[in-house]
C-alpha cells in the first residue's frame, strides 16, 4: 500500500476537491436544465419567451458571424495561395503572418475610434438604445442593421416557436431560423453562401429526418438530391446558352439543404416563391433604382425566405393552390 507524502498528498487532496466541485456542478447543471425543460413544457408562453431571450443573444453573435465569416474564409483562401505559391517558389504580396481573426478575437471594437466595446455596450437591442445608436467614446453612428438583426432574429425564432411548440421540431426549426438570417445577410453582403452554414443546415435536416419532426428519412434524402439537381441543371442550361453564370454553387446546397427540411413534395414551393419574390424585386431595382442588368443579385435571402415561409406552412399553400385551381 502506498502512502502519499508531502505534496503528493497536497495534490491529491487539491483533485479530490476539484472533483467534488465539477460532480455537484454537474448535478446542478442538469438539474436546472431538466426544470427549465420541464417549465417550457408545461408553459408555452415560458417557452416563446425562453426563445425570445436566447434567439436575441444569438442575434448578437449573428451580427458577428456576418461580419467575420467571410473574412475568416478570404484569409483561408489566401494563406492556401501562399503556400501553394510558395510550394511553387513564387513569392506573393501581403505573404506576412496575420494577426488571430476569428469568430471570438479580436474584441469587438469602434471602427473609427477602436474602442474596445465592453460588456454592458453589447446587451442585444438595449445598448444600441442606451447609447442613441453611437458609440460611447468617439460618438460615431452604430449602424441599425446591428438591432434588427438581433430584433428579426428574435421575431422569427419566436414565430418559429410559436408555430411548432415545445419539442424537437420547435427547437430544430428555430436553429434553421438563425442559419436562414445568417446566410440571407452574408449573401447580401458578399455574394457568398459559406460551406459552414449551407452543408450544417443540410446534414441537421438529414439527421432530424431520422425522428421524422418534418419529413421522412425518405423525402428528405430525395429533396436533398433534387434541391441540388435542379438548380445545378438550371445553372449549366443557362450558362450553355448564354455563356454565363446565372447563380452560384451555394445556391445549389441552400435548396438541397431546404429540400432535406421540407421533402421533395414541398420544393416547387420553394422554388416559385422565391423566383417570384426575386424577380418582383429585381424589377423593381432595375426600374426604381435604375441598376445595370448585368449586376448580379443574391439568390440566397430569397431561396431562404422562401424555405422558411415553407417549412410552416408548405402544407397550406399547397392546399390553398389546389384549391384556387378548384381541385
Known sequence: MRILKGSNLVTHTSLSGKLVYLSILFIFISDFMQATLDLMAASPAFF???????SLMVGSFLNVLIYRLPVMMERTWQAEIA????SQGQSTPNSTKQETFNLVKPDSTCPKCQHKIRSWEN???????LLKGKCSQCKNPIAVRYPLVELATAL???WVAWHFGFGLAGFAAVVATWLLIAMTFIDLDTMLLPDQLTLSLLWLGLLLSIGSPFVSSHDALIGAAAGYLSLWSLYWAFKLLTGKEGMGYGDFKLLAALGA?????HLPVVILLSSFVGAVVGITLLTVQGKDKSQPIPFGPYLAAAGFLTLLYGDWIVAQYW???GL
Do not use: D, K, M, N
Open 48 to 54: 416563446i419567451g425562453f426563445v425570445f431571450i436566447i
Open 83 to 86: 503556400e501553394y505559391s510558395a
Open 123 to 129: 446587451i442585444p437591442v438595449i445598448s444600441w438604445l
Open 156 to 158: 422569427l425564432s419566436t
Open 261 to 265: 427540411w421540407v421533402g421533395w413534395q
Open 323 to 325: 384549391q384556387w385551381l
